[in-house]
């Protein structure tokens, strides 16, 4: 099963360095979130205008895509991305296996390194806004939070670090699927379920009708009283069974 990693965070907490990082070191083909706005966002944030859910989630279903075209070949992923919001990250995480990454730090620091960024079109102005939507990741989530305190070096080993112990979980639980692998369920055929949906009438055996218990070499013969008349029982001949050649 591939890995697709997001790198999430205000802007300025050093998504892109993480992620080229981990690129670089551990091969996962690479992808700036930021290059897939469209040109509508990127001139709206030049002008320092927030964007909204509605501007944002083209964006996140782009990114998606791009992580479903991949896993498809495959191939292990990172891409960094704000993913600000719980739900931009269900966006991000549908119909893909996805680990978050999220670079945490305070306002003051994140502060200070944005302004030391050149040539981004996203200016220092808009933080306060990104961290007044900011939702960190919950348990639920699957993910990790790295402190950027320290070095860039050292953010960036944390991370990594963080990122190759999910990666063994996952080959372990990989490795145990495939030596106990599901037993199939049964097939029902398609008569078997016709048959099960509009039973056949059962037939059924009639009960054969109990025999005489009549003595071989036997037949009827009619009983007659002393005067000759024949002898009734019940208003009807009586009849003996006596064996043939017996008076």
Same mark, same amino acid.
């Given at each position: 099963?591939?890995?697709?990693?997001?790198?999430? @965070?205000?802007?300025?907490?050093?998504?892109?360095?993480?992620?080229? !990082? #981990?690129?670089?070191?551990?091969?996962?083909?690479?992808?700036?979130?930021?290059?897939?706005?469209? +040109?509508? /966002?990127?001139?709206?944030?030049?002008?320092?205008?927030?964007?909204? %859910?509605?501007?944002?989630?083209?964006?996140?279903?782009?990114?998606?895509?791009?992580?479903?075209?991949?896993? !498809?070949? @495959?191939?292990?992923?990172?891409?960094?991305? $704000?993913?600000?919001?719980?739900?931009?990250?269900?966006?991000?995480?549908?119909?893909?296996?996805?680990?978050? #990454?999220?670079?945490?730090?305070?306002?003051?620091?994140? &502060? &200070?390194?944005? $302004?030391?960024?050149? @040539?981004?079109?996203?200016?220092?102005?808009?933080?306060?806004? +990104?961290? *007044?939507?900011?939702? =960190?990741?919950?348990?639920?989530?699957?993910?990790?939070?790295?402190?950027?305190?320290?070095?860039? %070096?050292?953010?960036?080993?944390? !991370?990594?670090?963080?990122?190759?112990?999910?990666? *063994?979980?996952? *080959? !372990? &639980?990989?490795?145990?699927?495939? *030596?106990?692998?599901?037993?199939?369920?049964?097939?029902?055929?398609?008569?078997?379920?016709?048959?099960? &949906?509009?039973?056949?009438?059962?037939?059924?055996?009639?009960?054969?009708?109990?025999?005489? /218990?009549? =003595?071989? /070499?036997?037949?009827?013969?009619?009983?007659?009283?002393? /005067?000759?008349?024949?002898?009734?029982?019940? @208003?009807?001949?009586?009849?003996?069974?006596?064996?043939?050649?017996?008076?």
């Amino acid at each position: 099963m591939s890995i697709h990693v997001v790198v999430m @965070g205000v802007a300025g907490c050093g998504k892109s360095t993480v992620a080229e !990082a #981990i690129h670089e070191r551990l091969g996962y083909v690479y992808a700036e979130g930021d290059d897939f706005h469209p +040109q509508a /966002n990127i001139d709206k944030m030049s002008a320092g205008i927030p964007l909204t %859910d509605e501007d944002r989630w083209p964006w996140l279903n782009v990114i998606n895509s791009w992580m479903v075209a991949r896993e !498809a070949l @495959g191939e292990n992923t990172v891409v960094s991305s $704000s993913a600000l919001k719980r739900s931009y990250r269900e966006v991000l995480a549908k119909d893909v296996p996805t680990f978050f #990454i999220h670079l945490n730090g305070s306002h003051e620091l994140i &502060q &200070q390194r944005l $302004s030391e960024r050149k @040539g981004h079109f996203m200016p220092p102005a808009l933080l306060p806004s +990104q961290f *007044a939507i900011l939702e =960190p990741l919950v348990p639920e989530e699957n993910g990790v939070e790295i402190s950027i305190e320290g070095s860039v %070096d050292e953010m960036v080993d944390r !991370a990594i670090e963080a990122l190759n112990a999910y990666a *063994a979980t996952v *080959a !372990a &639980q990989t490795a145990t699927q495939a *030596a106990n692998p599901p037993f199939p369920s049964p097939h029902v055929s398609d008569s078997a379920e016709t048959d099960r &949906q509009n039973p056949k009438p059962v037939h059924v055996c009639p009960i054969p009708q109990k025999r005489t /218990n009549r =003595p071989k /070499n036997s037949s009827p013969t009619v009983r007659f009283t002393r /005067n000759g008349h024949v002898r009734t029982q019940n @208003g009807l001949p009586y009849v003996r069974i006596s064996r043939i050649g017996q008076i």
